[in-house]
């Protein structure tokens, strides 16, 4: 059972377009969301995190949005440039938990 | 050192044979975590270590896998009698946290890519 679910698992825009990576979650127990990137051949690197009491994140260019009633994240790249072409992936963490909850990620491409 | 080093990066081997994936964590993290992506799909739970807490294994697919952490530091990942659904790439990750209040960022290695032919 997928307790994170990346339903697209591809996007294409333009260079210094928005680009909008989404993530949906079931487990209302869930308090902190991440996403990481990842490179061909590079394990994933962090990228942003959010807590369950806050609605919004933001990093540079990065900025994470949390919806909890609809159980709900996205991710937003503002402008986006080609080297942010990688696999996105949404995680969760459980409350009492250590590990994560990944989806099975999202390829972007930013083309020029 | 300065991230988690796992080795080795690539392992090809046969049907039936036993595998051991290592995994060097950042030095002074107390969590330590073993995930695998297969082709297409996303990152798959196997195993989380916290200090000398019992580890929680509820993500092994079977008993063909066990893992180890020796000293609080190296964790080694064994696969028996590998099977073609096992190729996989394996990756490690450490934390400073585990449990405890935060975001628990987890720090990846490169991964180890096996191929079970």
């Known amino acids: 059972d997928q307790q994170v679910k990346q339903n697209s698992p591809s996007l294409s825009v333009q260079e210094g377009r928005i680009s909008i990576l989404n993530c949906d979650y079931t487990?209302?127990?869930?308090?902190?969301f991440l996403w990481y990137k990842k490179y061909p051949a590079e394990g994933p690197t962090f990228l942003i995190s959010i807590s369950s009491i806050k609605d919004k994140n933001e990093d540079g260019r990065f900025t994470v949005f949390l919806n909890k009633s609809a159980k709900h994240l996205s991710l937003h790249i503002v402008p986006s440039q080609p080297g942010d072409s990688a696999v996105y992936f949404c995680a969760a963490r459980g409350s009492t938990l250590g590990r994560l909850y990944f989806g099975r990620g999202t390829q972007l491409t930013v083309w020029p | 050192g300065a991230g988690v080093s796992q080795s080795p990066s690539n392992k090809v081997t046969e049907k039936g044979k036993d595998v051991e994936l290592r995994c060097d964590p950042i030095?002074?993290?107390?969590?330590l975590y073993w995930y695998r992506q297969s082709l297409g799909q996303g990152l798959e739970f196997l195993i989380y270590f916290q200090g000398n807490s019992a580890p929680d294994k509820s993500g092994l697919p079977s008993d063909r896998f066990s893992a180890e952490r020796t000293g609080g530091s190296v964790s080694t990942l064994t696969i028996q009698r590998t099977q073609q659904e096992d190729s996989a790439v394996y990756l490690c990750?450490?934390?400073?946290?585990?449990?405890?209040?935060?975001?628990?960022?987890?720090?990846f290695g490169a991964g180890s890519r096996l191929t079970v032919l």
């Open positions: 487990n209302s127990m869930f308090d902190y």
């Open positions: 030095s002074g993290h107390t969590a």
């Open positions: 990750a450490s934390s400073a946290r585990g449990s405890s209040s935060g975001a628990n960022v987890l720090t």
